[in-house]
């Protein structure tokens, strides 16, 4: 009986073949590494609620990383029918007509960041060729003891503890998690790649991924006692929109030696 393999390994096994075959074929694209690192943007301000959010800890599994030929023409349509936004919101960037085109690189392996840290976390070396980069796919996947040997996610992909305190005095301290059913498609990096020495810097903007929460529905507020955000909460729905909105990641190249 043959084995049978997973998608995820068997989608590992056509990108790296793809690289190859660029390579290979004569296309005049060259095989290059370079580093993938992670930062944060920090929430400034209230969000549209008026809650100013206080992190005490962030952490997320980061991982796979893919990078695609194909551009992201983006729409301001919802990716899908969300009952909140009946009760107010934004609309959320979302790739419009995207189709990843050939795969150009890859960092496979997973690792815990901590996007309170001051600098950026270096993920490791992306293996690569040479060409015009137009996307990104980023894997957020559930942390193991391999990624996560200090347990700061407890399995989760992402993991928040903090505090909220509203315009009107209400004060809420928090923990949320979030764990993703599939890789965010279609992020912006547009980038003709040679042989130039640099690094791509993945920018996590906060006031993207907690800009659209309503703490109040949490539970009554409370400044000493942590609450988890209830799994069917306006909370726990605008937290996980807000980390599967494309628009909060910046993928930028940073030219020069990794310091």
Not at 159 to 167: D, P, V
């Amino acid at each position: 009986m043959k084995p049978i393999l997973s998608s995820s390994t068997r989608r590992q096994c056509v990108l790296a073949l793809s690289l190859a075959l660029l390579c290979a074929c004569g296309t005049g694209q060259q095989r290059r590494t370079f580093p993938v690192e992670v930062a944060a943007q920090p929430m400034t301000g209230a969000n549209e609620w008026g809650w100013t959010v206080t992190p005490e800890s962030l952490h997320v599994s980061v991982g796979p990383v893919r990078f695609f030929e194909g551009r992201v023409l983006l729409s301001e349509r919802r990716p899908r029918f969300d009952w909140y936004a009946l009760i107010g919101g934004t609309a959320w960037a979302h790739p419009g007509h995207y189709v990843a085109g050939d795969a150009l690189g890859e960092l496979l392996t997973p690792k815990t960041v901590d996007l309170l840290a001051t600098e950026p976390t270096v993920l490791g070396e992306a293996s690569a060729v040479t060409g015009s980069y137009g996307s990104m796919e980023l894997t957020l996947s559930r942390a193991t003891s391999a990624s996560d040997a200090e347990g700061k996610l407890q399995g989760h992909a992402v993991r928040l503890r903090g505090s909220a305190t509203h315009t009107d005095g209400r004060q809420v301290r928090f923990e949320a998690t979030v764990d993703l059913s599939k890789p965010i498609e279609g992020i912006r990096f547009e980038r003709e790649l040679e042989l130039e020495p640099g690094r791509v810097r993945i920018t996590v903007d906060l006031a993207k991924w907690l800009g659209r929460i309503d703490f109040g529905t949490v539970g009554a507020p409370n400044a000493e006692e942590v609450r988890p955000f209830p799994a069917d909460s306006q909370a726990q729905n605008a937290w996980e929109r807000g980390v599967e909105d494309t628009s909060a990641y910046t993928v930028t190249w940073k030219e020069g030696a990794t310091q």
